[in-house]
T-cell receptor, first 119, second 113 residues
Framework: QKEVEQDPGPLSVPEGAIVSLNCTYS??????FMWYRQYSRKGPELLMY????GNKEDGRFTAQVDKSSKYISLFIRDSQPSDSATYLC???????????????????FGQGTILTVHP | NAGVTQTPKFQVLKTGQSMTLQCAQD?????MSWYRQDPGMGLRLIHY???????DQGEVPNGYNVSRSTTEDFPLRLLSAAPSQTSVYFC????????????FGPGTRLTVL
């Protein structure tokens, strides 16, 4: 079983719809939760970042984390054709501090959900 | 800032050939990493580095080597290419875990025949 599971879709919705994207995970050590957006033939770009549980809103985007259920969601309100992309969830455990105070955390990605918003 | 740059954009290799994928960043980031992206598999970590001279393996390191002699550059070497290494390769960098905003390059599409 993969540490992070994400429904690959594809998901097709009409313009203006509310979109819900979800990921589940099995590693209870994950504390940092991210959503990346990737347009076709481009590198991923960070969309939302959340630490621990709770909600975070940024414009039309809302990220939710439910650590008790090991479940995260990304909601897109009033979806636009420009939102058509692949959405990847990513997670990381607590930082590991090594000599000199450098901290890092490896990201584990979901498989990505392909979203198409049609006019 | 150019951000994260990768060369080449496309490459075709024959089985057994070796090559180096180049990655450079001009943001003075400590943390750099290499991922491969395959259909239905998401992004999988190959190798990463937390600073010049410090590297470690990720999830799928076999068949790949890395080194980090400068903060800016993090090349990925394929020692003896195999068809299973056909993939899109992304390099990423970040200042650290704070926000863990990883900036990704545009990718290299590699085909091994």
């Amino acid at each position: 079983q993969k540490e992070v599971e994400q429904d690959p879709g594809p998901l097709s919705v009409p313009e203006g719809a509310i979109v819900s994207l979800n990921c589940t995970y099995s590693n209870s050590a994950f504390q940092y939760f991210m959503w990346y957006r990737q347009y076709s033939r481009k590198g991923p770009e960070l969309l939302m970042y959340t630490y621990s549980s709770g909600n975070k809103e940024d414009g039309r985007f809302t990220a939710q984390v439910d650590k008790s259920s090991k479940y995260i969601s990304l909601f897109i309100r009033d979806s636009q054709p420009s939102d058509s992309a692949t959405y990847l969830c990513a997670m990381s455990a607590e930082t590991v501090v090594i000599g000199g105070g450098t901290s890092y955390g490896k990201l584990t990605f979901g498989q990505g959900t392909i979203l198409t918003v049609h006019p | 800032n150019a951000g994260v740059t990768q060369t080449p954009k496309f490459q075709v290799l024959k089985t057994g050939q070796s090559m180096t994928l180049q990655c450079a960043q001009d943001m003075n980031h400590e943390y750099m990493s290499w991922y491969r992206q395959d259909p239905g598999m998401g992004l999988r970590l190959i190798h990463y580095s937390v600073g010049a001279g410090i590297t470690d393996q990720g999830e799928v390191p076999n068949g790949y080597n890395v080194s980090r002699s400068t903060t800016e550059d993090f090349p990925l070497r394929l020692l003896s290419a195999a068809p299973s290494q056909t993939s899109v390769y992304f390099c990423a960098s970040s200042r650290g875990l704070v926000g863990n905003t990883q900036y990704f390059g545009p990718g290299t599409r590699l085909t091994v025949l």
